[in-house]
Nanobody, 123 residues
Framework: QVQLVESGGGLVQAGGSLSLSCAAS????????AAWFRQAPGKEREFVAY????????YYANSVKGRFTISRDNAKNTVYLQMNNLKPEDTAVYYC????????????????WGQGTQVTVSS
C-alpha cells in the first residue's frame, strides 16, 4: 500500500502563489506516475496536471497551463504543484493521485489518492 499526504494549501489573494506537496510513504518507490486533481464545491473532481515517473513528462489542463507547474523529486518520493497567478476559480480541494502503471487525465486511472488540501483564492 502507498499513502499520499498533501500539504501546502491555504488562503491566498488573487494573483498570489502557493506550492503544494504530495509525500508518498509506505510500500513506495519512485516508480509511480502522479497527478493532481481538484474538486470545487458542487462540482466533479477535475484533472489539473500529471507527471510520468520515467521521463518526467508533464501535461496540464488548459485552465492552468502557463500558471501551474508540476514537478517531482524521486529521491524524496514527493510531487509538487507550484501555482502562480491564482484566480478565485482555482478555489478547490486539491488531491494528489498516483499509479504504478497508468497515466492520464481520467481520475479512474489512479489507484492511490491523498486526503486533499484546501486552496482558497480570494478576489
Amino acid at each position: 500500500q502507498v499513502q499520499l499526504v498533501e500539504s501546502g494549501g491555504g488562503l491566498v489573494q488573487a494573483g498570489g502563489s502557493l506550492s503544494l506537496s504530495c509525500a508518498a510513504s509506505g510500500r513506495t518507490s519512485s516508480n509511480y506516475n502522479a497527478a493532481w486533481f481538484r474538486q470545487a464545491p458542487g462540482k466533479e473532481r477535475e484533472f489539473v496536471a500529471y507527471i510520468s515517473w520515467r521521463k518526467g513528462v508533464s501535461y496540464y489542463a488548459n485552465s492552468v497551463k502557463g500558471r501551474f507547474t508540476i514537478s517531482r523529486d524521486n529521491a524524496k518520493n514527493t510531487v509538487y504543484l507550484q501555482m502562480n497567478n491564482l484566480k478565485p476559480e482555482d478555489t478547490a480541494v486539491y488531491y494528489c493521485a498516483a499509479d504504478p502503471q497508468r497515466l492520464g487525465i481520467d481520475r479512474t486511472l489512479y489507484r492511490y489518492w491523498g486526503q486533499g488540501t484546501q486552496v482558497t483564492v480570494s478576489s
